[in-house]
């Protein structure tokens, strides 16, 4: 069954590094997204991105943060300069249209000291 | 601002018992989803509720959508061990490239 994957699962960093996340979605998916969890709490919507662009994005996905799908399977989360606070499990899902079930990755765990 | 809450934050039950996780939010929405996370781990989809008055039922758990009270509710039936994780609701609003908002979560441990 097709799944959606992300490398690395455990990202260590030191603050003000820039750290990219790595997630290859469900082949035949047009959606895709970013969200994380810090530790203990709930989910918490990133970004979301379609037809090469961002659609949406919160408020926590500010100038430190982008996102690129620079070929046809990987889709990066780019942190420019880490700061503690972004220390959090990452999560990247995917689905076949915008109302459709999001499949989530199995997570990269941010650790930044 | 789209909110969703669940109650209660935290279940603790005996194997065998029934009971019912609630998942209020506070904007018209249509569709809700249920997701299971178990620790460490990544969130598994349970169910997808597309309209109001929507039910699914996946071995002991069954779920139901009831739009004009803004409400979900996520029952268990007869409680397993194996069934021990925590429970998440998330909404998404009409619109393109939806995002998902998620309650606070349901920590459910089950007793032997």
């Known amino acids: 069954e097709p799944e959606v994957t992300q490398t690395p699962s455990h990202q260590v960093t030191q603050m003000g590094q820039e750290v990219i996340l790595r997630c290859v979605p469900i082949s035949n998916h047009l959606y895709f997204y970013w969200y994380r969890q810090i530790l203990g709490q709930k989910v918490e919507f990133l970004v979301s991105f379609y037809n090469n662009e961002i659609s949406e994005k919160s408020e926590i996905f500010d100038d430190q943060f982008s996102v690129e799908r620079p070929d046809g399977s990987n889709f990066t989360l780019k942190i420019r300069s880490t700061k503690l606070e972004d220390s959090a499990m990452y999560f990247c899902a995917s689905s076949v249209g915008p109302y459709n079930e999001q499949f989530f990755g199995p997570g990269t765990r941010l650790t930044v000291l | 601002e789209l909110k969703v809450e669940q109650n209660p934050l935290f279940l603790s039950m005996q194997e065998g018992k029934n009971y019912t996780i609630y998942c209020n939010y506070s904007?018209?929405?249509?569709?809700l989803y249920w997701y299971r996370q178990d620790p460490g781990k990544s969130l598994e989809s349970l169910f997808v509720?597309?309209?109001?008055?929507a039910v699914k039922q996946e071995g002991r758990l069954m779920a139901s959508l009831d739009t004009k009270a803004r409400l979900s509710t996520l029952h268990i039936t007869a409680a397993v061990h194996d069934l021990s994780a925590t429970y998440f609701c998330?909404?998404?609003?009409?619109?393109?490239?939806?995002?998902?908002?998620f309650g606070t979560g349901t920590r459910l441990q089950v007793t032997l």
């Open positions: 998330a909404v998404d609003m009409t619109g393109t490239a939806s995002k998902l908002t």
């Open positions: 904007t018209t929405s249509d569709r």
């Open positions: 509720l597309l309209s109001n008055g």
